[in-house]
């Protein structure tokens, strides 16, 4: 099991104080690049992430969201899709205990995290469904979805291909969550999708869209949480 983290991981102890850090455009490196490596540089919440052992500063957004909603309780038996390089695993891990259950995938290679049970194939492959639901071997408490398909630049394409992800998502949720439980998904741009966000209403007891602190404030990034799922 993954081993607690101390109080300095909390969101409240994040700062961004302290010097900045220039990065000088190198040779070979587009501008592109170097405005990247500057914002990780000073990312408080990349700091953070590195001193407190998590595998990137997106533990924070989960850690945010579930300090909010309360959805990944002690016992809990979790999912987590996209899950590589593993922040929201470890976060779930600490947060469901020794009693909790976690099983991750994505589709690129990763290293496991100790305690989850990782997994490495295509969520959208025809079997990916029945595969995760024997490693589960019963219903689960949240589904927790971080994923996000690749931008091809064509800003309808992308969109359509995000709306897949989400309602595949939340489609795999309505076939292996519990009564009660609770659902995660990364969305963009407006939010949930309007037929898609009625039918969470219908099957939910609550649903909330949020952007936490940590979700960069140039991102269009946001969350959809369902909660109280009607099975």
Not at 14 to 23: A, E, F, I, Y
Not at 32 to 37: E, G, I, K, V
Not at 45 to 74: C, H, N, P, T
Not at 173 to 196: I, R
Request: hydrophobic letters at 40%.
């Amino acid at each position: 099991m993954a081993k607690k983290r101390g109080s300095s991981a909390k969101p409240g102890g994040v700062s961004g104080r302290g010097l900045s850090v220039r990065v000088k455009t190198a040779r070979g490196r587009k501008s592109s690049s170097t405005r990247w490596l500057k914002r990780q540089l000073n990312d408080p919440y990349v700091r953070q992430a590195q001193a407190a052992g998590y595998r990137s500063r997106a533990a924070f957004k989960l850690i945010e969201l579930d300090d909010k909603y309360k959805i990944l309780k002690k016992g809990a038996r979790i999912i987590d899709l996209g899950a590589a390089p593993g922040g929201w695993t470890q976060i779930a891990l600490e947060r469901v205990g020794a009693k909790g259950e976690v099983v991750a995938l994505d589709i690129r290679e990763w290293e496991e995290v100790a305690g989850a049970t990782c997994m490495t194939f295509d969520f959208m492959d025809p079997d990916a469904p029945e595969r995760l639901k024997e490693a589960l071997g019963g219903p689960v408490d949240v589904v927790l979805s971080d994923m996000a398909a690749p931008a091809m630049g064509h800003s309808q394409t992308d969109h359509l291909r995000i709306v897949a992800l989400m309602e595949a998502a939340w489609g795999f949720a309505e076939e292996v969550l519990a009564p009660g439980g609770a659902f995660v998904c990364k969305v963009f741009q407006g939010g949930t999708e309007g037929n898609l966000l009625k039918t969470m209403k219908a099957r939910c007891t609550k649903v909330a869209h949020a952007k936490p602190p940590s979700s960069r404030k140039e991102s269009a990034e946001m969350y959809v949480v369902a909660m109280g799922f009607k099975a």
